[in-house]
Nanobody, 127 residues
Framework: QVQLVESGGGLVQPGKSLKLSCAVS????????MAWFRQAPGKEREFVAG????????YAADSVKGRFTVSRDNGENTVYLHMFGLKSEDTAVYYC????????????????????WGQGTQVTVSS
């Protein structure tokens, strides 16, 4: 059974940076396609960034491209979301997700692609 545990959220000022972690147990992350989603108050959950299994090609939503990047550490079996230049509109609960499948790029942004989810970590961007 794959389990995901997010950490690293908190309160941060606009323009600052934050790194979220997703520790994975039960399976090597190199065999998983993984993604970060977020859900702001009153809004639907949306795709933020993803990383494919194997070589680990990464993708980001247009709304965060150039500010957020996703990476992984196979030795630590952990996936990270590096967030730079945070804005108030980035305030949300951030979720880590994973699938044992090999989704095509266009499927990475859909929640239904992923079987496993973490509990979420709150990120609040405010002065």
């Amino acid at each position: 059974q794959v389990q995901l545990v997010e950490s690293g959220g908190g309160l941060v000022q606009p323009g600052k940076s934050l790194k979220l972690s997703c520790a994975v147990s039960g399976r090597a992350i190199s065999t998983l396609a993984m993604a970060w989603f977020r859900q702001a108050p009153g809004k639907e959950r949306e795709f933020v960034a993803g990383i494919k299994r194997g070589q680990g090609t990464t993708y980001a939503a247009d709304s965060v491209k150039g500010r957020f990047t996703v990476s992984r550490d196979n030795g630590e079996n952990t996936v990270y979301l590096h967030m730079f230049g945070l804005k108030s509109e980035d305030t949300a609960v951030y979720y880590c997700s994973a699938t044992v499948g090999s989704p095509i790029v266009s499927s990475l942004r859909y929640e239904s692609t992923y079987e496993y989810w973490g509990q979420g970590t709150q990120v609040t961007v405010s002065s």
